[in-house]
């Protein structure tokens, strides 16, 4: 997503310039005041990454948004940032930001990011499923026949997917596509630190009786380290797909913890709205924005085992 929503979503933050907004999050560069050049000074080529409370789906951004949603992605980024520390290096380098974003910011490394959405799929479903019942592949991995919705791959697969313009979607790409945009040895690290990331957080969501089916995740180069590093957020709901494991029944869409109770009512007659048409998605009623809250501070509290402190 390259495509800035605008500055109708800025805040005035001490020290910063917004620079970009999309779907969920807004940037921020240091500015040139003395609060702006002490968090250069300090950390060298930064951006601060603040998660809104927005929520997307089908490609537009809706409202209301969910109140503490901004505040659960950093959180559980941040968290699974410390699980996967051994695995691979991430861009967060302080969490030291203005009061009016507490909780829901990061002061990060600014990375040479990868033109690629690495997805590691170990459950069949999405994309993925769609790919799978036209050919019996995925990303052009050959899959075993007879498998449905919610089945379990035989092992982990590296999917790849373009990086699309606000407004369209990711495009599944094979990995030879990645080999030509980035290189084979590149490509190589991208596709074996994306299996890594997912084979340890699926073992620890595993243990929390969670099911993680799928994840995105992205990756950039330090300029400073020349490190390929973790960035943008990292297993939450809204990049990852989770599901509880005691509900687990392939065949049919699982429940999720994530915003399909979002997904589920635009789609229904009660919302009224036309998914094929112009016409914008109508605001989500309070009872579905206070479900999908429930569902993201749940998956915060079984997946790091602590309420989140709000």
């Given at each position: 997503?390259?495509?800035?929503?605008?500055?109708?979503?800025?805040?005035?933050?001490?020290?910063?310039?917004?620079?970009?907004?999309?779907?969920?999050?807004?940037?921020?560069?240091?500015?040139?005041?003395?609060?702006?050049?002490?968090?250069?000074?300090?950390?060298?080529?930064?951006?601060?990454?603040?998660?809104?409370?927005?929520?997307?789906?089908?490609?537009?951004?809706?409202?209301?948004?969910?109140?503490?949603?901004?505040?659960?992605?950093?959180?559980?980024?941040?968290?699974?940032?410390?699980?996967?520390?051994?695995?691979?290096?991430?861009?967060?380098?302080?969490?030291?930001?203005?009061?009016?974003?507490a909780g829901r910011a990061m002061v990060c490394r600014r990375l040479e990011m990868f033109p690629v959405e690495c997805v590691a799929r170990g459950y069949l479903t999405g994309s993925g499923l769609a790919e799978?019942?036209?050919?019996?592949e995925v990303t052009g991995i050959a899959l075993p026949p007879g498998l449905v919705d919610g089945s379990r791959l035989p092992e982990p697969i590296f999917t790849p997917a373009t990086k699309a313009e606000l407004?369209?979607?990711?495009?599944?790409?094979?990995?030879?596509?990645?080999?030509?945009?980035?290189?084979?040895?590149?490509?190589?690290?991208?596709?074996?630190?994306?299996?890594?990331?997912?084979?340890?957080?699926?073992?620890?969501?595993?243990?929390?009786?969670?099911?993680?089916?799928?994840?995105?995740?992205?990756?950039?180069?330090?300029?400073?380290?020349?490190?390929?590093?973790?960035?943008?957020?990292?297993?939450?709901?809204?990049?990852?797909?989770?599901?509880?494991?005691?509900?687990?029944?392939?065949?049919?869409?699982?429940?999720?913890?994530?915003?399909?109770f979002v997904r589920d009512w635009l789609t229904s007659a009660a919302s009224g709205w036309d998914r094929e048409s112009d016409t914008p998605p109508p605001p989500l009623p309070s009872d579905v924005v206070e479900?999908?809250?429930?569902?993201?501070?749940?998956?915060?509290?079984?997946?790091?085992?602590?309420?989140?402190?709000?």
């Amino acid at each position: 997503m390259t495509l800035d929503l605008g500055a109708e979503f800025a805040v005035d933050l001490p020290g910063w310039a917004h620079t970009y907004s999309g779907k969920v999050r807004d940037l921020y560069v240091p500015d040139e005041s003395p609060a702006g050049r002490a968090v250069t000074d300090a950390h060298g080529d930064v951006v601060l990454v603040v998660a809104s409370d927005r929520v997307s789906a089908y490609d537009h951004v809706l409202s209301p948004g969910i109140p503490d949603k901004g505040v659960v992605l950093t959180q559980l980024s941040l968290w699974w940032f410390e699980q996967l520390a051994d695995l691979v290096p991430n861009h967060v380098v302080s969490t030291d930001v203005p009061v009016e974003v507490a909780g829901r910011a990061m002061v990060c490394r600014r990375l040479e990011m990868f033109p690629v959405e690495c997805v590691a799929r170990g459950y069949l479903t999405g994309s993925g499923l769609a790919e799978y019942r036209v050919s019996g592949e995925v990303t052009g991995i050959a899959l075993p026949p007879g498998l449905v919705d919610g089945s379990r791959l035989p092992e982990p697969i590296f999917t790849p997917a373009t990086k699309a313009e606000l407004g369209d979607h990711d495009e599944n790409v094979p990995f030879s596509a990645v080999v030509a945009q980035v290189g084979e040895d590149a490509a190589g690290t991208l596709r074996d630190l994306t299996l890594g990331v997912y084979a340890r957080a699926e073992a620890i969501a595993r243990e929390r009786g969670v099911i993680l089916a799928d994840t995105k995740l992205e990756f950039g180069t330090d300029p400073v380290t020349g490190a390929v590093t973790l960035g943008d957020e990292v297993l939450t709901p809204d990049s990852s797909r989770f599901w509880p494991a005691d509900g687990w029944q392939p065949g049919h869409a699982q429940p999720s913890f994530d915003k399909q109770f979002v997904r589920d009512w635009l789609t229904s007659a009660a919302s009224g709205w036309d998914r094929e048409s112009d016409t914008p998605p109508p605001p989500l009623p309070s009872d579905v924005v206070e479900r999908t809250r429930d569902r993201y501070l749940e998956a915060f509290e079984r997946l790091t085992g602590s309420p989140l402190a709000l």
